[in-house]
């Protein structure tokens, strides 16, 4: 399966940390499904133009809270059982990405009712 991560110049979430969410969204959303491979630490790396050492943070983190499992010789996949988040943790992380918009949106002197009006626009599917 080939699967995409972009990341955003514009936020101030850290590189690693994308790249993390994005894996995990795409098992929660089942773009990703337990079993499939991800790519290797320097295909990925070199596809973002990282540090290898950036892909392999993720990883580590993805890795240790069971999203993914690491096959000696054979590769990275979504680890077995791993077919989305709860309701509880899919709000949490919800929350936080939320968060980090607001905050990114006032650090770019929005106001709140500016970020209030595109959130409604963007629920609206506008």
Known sequence: MTFF??????T????YLQIVRQVR????AVSL???????AVRELAARLRV???T?????DEL?????????????TFVAPG??????????????????????????????DAEVREILNETLKGR
């Open 51 to 53: 540090n290898p050492g």
């Open 82 to 111: 791993k077919t989305g988040f709860g309701a509880r943790e899919t709000r949490r992380w919800i929350e936080k990405a939320v968060r980090g918009v607001v905050a990114d949106a006032r650090r770019l002197g929005l106001s």
């Open 25 to 28: 969204l795409a098992v929660a």
């Open 5 to 10: 991560v972009h990341l955003d110049e514009a």
């Open 12 to 15: 101030a979430l850290p590189r």
């Open 55 to 59: 892909v392999v943070k993720a990883y």
């Open 33 to 39: 499904r337990a079993g499939d491979q991800l790519p």
């Open 63 to 75: 890795e240790s809270t069971g999203v993914i499992e690491r096959r000696q010789g054979s590769g």
